[in-house]
């Protein structure tokens, strides 16, 4: 795997990083859609300084996340339970 040092700008604060050469442009749309978020937070709340933004930004991705996992939590089990289902069927009609 190759790496590649890339520099992305979040909040006026430049990060350095290394990452593997095939996520670059996955890193660079996330530090441009953060830097997105935070300019849509900044038009519609009162802050003081841009971690404010950061803040929210966080809260709403973290949250994001979270709505994901369970929701596919959810949905995992539920294909456990249908996969289960049919597997007593197929076995009752071999059985039978």
Do not use: W
Request: hydrophobic share 40%; glycine share 4%; no cysteine.
């Amino acid at each position: 795997m190759s790496e590649l040092t890339i520099s992305v700008k979040i909040a006026d604060r430049s990060y350095k990083l290394v990452i593997a050469k095939e996520h670059e442009l996955l890193f660079t749309q996330a530090a441009t859609l953060i830097e997105k978020r935070m300019k849509d937070y900044s038009g519609s709340y009162a802050y003081k300084d841009k971690q404010d933004l950061l803040a929210m930004v966080a809260l709403e991705y973290a949250t994001n996340y979270l709505q994901d996992e369970h929701m596919l939590s959810s949905h995992g089990q539920n294909q456990e339970q249908q996969l289960a289902k049919i597997d007593k069927l197929l076995t009752e009609y071999l059985a039978g």
